[in-house]
């Protein structure tokens, strides 16, 4: 019988990406461990997402999960950190321009406004994921770094992709195709990081 895991999300790209990784790089981990997300267990809370770190807010939402419907679990939370910032947006990266979040064109905007005669574009996504599993808990960790453009390029992504270009290319996530710019991505780079892990004490 298959072991649940539980991917603390209900977004379905993240959900797919993670399968693809197990049948990958995990290889015969597919067959033994099932990955379910919030609502395939039946979770529709809002989990509380308050910590002033990626690593605080992985842990409390695989906790919630852990404690509320017992099941082994990994959570993850990512951002953009910019060098000339201080390294903010940081956690409030979905909220940088408005408390109420999401808001993606008003985030870009109050970046690169921010960034406005400042030479050192120098910038990275990160994520952290926060592994729960038999009694354990394990961190894991992906960075893209890149830099800042001064100006939005590209139709395809979401939230900072149009003004974030990854190390050692010229054109920013939106410019790539989906499946080339999660190959780079901090996520991809976490995920492969858990499924070596698993696959290591499977």
Known sequence: MKHKLVFATNNRHKIEEVKALLEGIGGTLAEKYDIVSLSDIGCHDDIPETAD???GNARQKAYYVKEHYGYDCFADDS???VEALGM??????ARYASEAGHDH??????LLRNLEGVTNRKAQFRTVICLLLDGAEHIFEGICPGRITTERSGNRGFGYDPVFCP??????FADMPLEFKNSLSHRSKACAELVK????NN
């Open 53 to 55: 770190t990626f690593v």
């Open 79 to 81: 951002g953009l950190e």
């Open 88 to 93: 903010e947006p940081g956690v409030r990266s």
């Open 105 to 110: 064109e008003a985030n870009n905007t109050k």
């Open 167 to 172: 190390e050692g290319y010229d054109v920013t």
């Open 197 to 200: 892990f698993l696959n290591k």
